[in-house]
């Protein structure tokens, strides 16, 4: 995978899908904790128990996404998030892999990834979501996502204009203790399967952790996969045709 194909972080134009050129433009989502040194990546609304985990120093970690205007005029009216980005290091990266799960590196040609059904990908510490959610997790929709009427529900602010822009949020998880959280972005297109790379520095070290949500750089036919945890070819798609239920509902 070539690191000028690689767009994450970076503002100016970049390649789109449909091959014209896009702006980006970088927004900071604040802080995510990282106590145990396990980084979930998942879509929050459904795996949020069972994330792609990559380990990392335990640590608070800066995350940001990119965001791509798609539209023909290049004049703000349709915005798509590229990437979310998980920052380890500020060193400038000469190099982009797939990420390793816990297990190690997928083998070559091939990636770990994130299934999306619900048209939104987090960062969280994979530790953390057993002891700061409800132990009942058939009772996240109704009392965590989606309560009525509850201006503090994750769907909420998520929609809301401030803090950040809507389609994004950093929300404190409910039992959190010390500040445990989960950092969300809507994914680009919508559903699908999208691949989590690492990105490195002259000397190897990892600079961050990134979902490549499909809207910028070189695309190939999508692959077929069924888990999140399953290495499968490293193609990557427009994922535009792709959406859930929730994504449906939400119409994402």
Known sequence: MDIADHFALQSGSAPLASGRLGKLTVTDLGMVRIPSGKLGAC????????????????????????????????????????????????ATATQVEAAPSLDGPPPAGEFFG???????????????????????GSSWYDDVFDPDDDPRSWFAVMDAD???????????????????????????WGDGFYPLLQTKDAEGRVT?????????????????????????PSGKSDQSSSKGWLSKLLGR
Do not use: W
């Open 162 to 188: 401030k803090p950040l822009p809507s389609g994004l949020a950093n929300l404190v998880m409910p039992r959190a203790t010390a500040g445990e959280n989960v950092v969300l972005a809507h994914s680009g």
């Open 43 to 90: 879509d929050p609304f459904v795996y949020l128990e069972d994330p792609v985990i990559v380990r990392i120093p335990p640590g608070d970690y800066p995350v940001y996404v990119t965001v791509a205007d798609v539209s023909e005029e290049q004049d703000g009216s349709h915005m798509r998030e590229a990437y979310l980005s998980l920052v380890i290091s500020d």
């Open 208 to 232: 961050g952790i990134h979902i490549d949500l499909g809207v910028v750089g070189k695309f190939e036919e999508e692959p077929s996969v069924e888990t999140a945890g399953t290495p499968v």
């Open 114 to 136: 994130v299934v999306v059904d619900a048209g939104t990908v987090a960062f969280v510490d994979a530790d953390s979501v057993s002891r700061c959610m409800p132990e009942d």
